[in-house]
């Protein structure tokens, strides 16, 4: 399974990306916006910025388009697309951005349907060349559902018939999400940077790495 990175935080990407585990980046102007306090963050030309500085750290970077109707979102599609190599396309799950999808894999631009709640949806996203889709886990449990169970679904579905687009749990919220995507067979998974640090750790590991030094102070002492 992929593990992307999903902040618009540079340093934290270079951090994760120096451990040799990361495989891309998921960002979008509101999580460019939150990384300034006063909002000077959140210009075009800063989130341009922050794509490319990205786009030199991984090989794959979803960059959300803000426009809400097909013409806008195509222009922003075709203006993105051309920023660096590893840029995709971050399409919203809507009818215009159906549409937008259908384009963008005419034009051999790389996409991510973000804002799946559905498996009709992630199918319709497929069926319209979408090279990514983001189902939404951790916004489904807010409702009280299962998230996961939804992740369940598409993987069933895409075993029946082999859809190349990619699954990528979006939305996680803690570890567990991130081992159950990885049981159910999911390609991706984009994690925040809290739970992200949270993945190399466990405490027999803490435990077993001070016993070996407490033995090997006995030993030099010997």
């Known amino acids: 399974m992929k593990l992307f990175l999903d902040t618009a935080n540079v340093e934290h990407v270079a951090e994760v990306a120096a451990w040799g585990v990361l495989d891309g980046v998921t960002t979008n102007p509101t999580l460019v916006a939150k990384e300034g306090k006063d909002g000077s963050q959140s210009s075009p030309q800063t989130f341009k910025e922050t794509?490319?500085?990205m786009c030199a750290l991984v090989p794959c970077v979803s960059a959300q388009v803000t426009a809400a109707d097909t013409e806008g979102m195509q222009k922003q599609?075709?203006?993105?697309?051309?920023?660096?190599?590893?840029?995709?396309?971050?399409?919203?799950?809507t009818i215009e951005g159906l549409k937008t999808l259908k384009f963008c894999s005419q034009k051999g631009i790389k996409t991510n349907t973000t804002l799946v709640f559905s498996l009709p949806q992630a199918i319709l996203a497929a069926k319209a060349g979408a090279s990514i889709i983001s189902p939404f886990v951790g916004r489904i449990d807010d409702i009280g559902e299962n998230g996961m169970e939804l992740i369940g679904q598409i993987m069933?579905?895409?075993?029946?018939?082999?859809?190349?687009?990619?699954?990528?749990?979006?939305s996680v919220r803690h570890p567990d999400h991130v081992i159950e995507a990885a049981r159910l067979g999911a390609h991706i998974s984009t994690i925040p940077y809290e739970v992200f640090?949270?993945?190399?750790?466990?405490?027999?590991?803490?435990?077993?790495i001070k016993r070996f030094m407490d033995d090997w102070e006995k030993v030099k002492k010997s």
């Open 77 to 93: 599609a075709i203006e993105y697309s051309k920023w660096h190599k590893h840029v995709v396309v971050k399409v919203p799950m």
């Open 197 to 208: 640090k949270k993945l190399p750790l466990h405490p027999l590991t803490d435990t077993g």
């Open 51 to 53: 794509v490319l500085k």
């Open 156 to 170: 069933e579905a895409w075993a029946h018939y082999k859809f190349s687009t990619e699954v990528l749990v979006a």
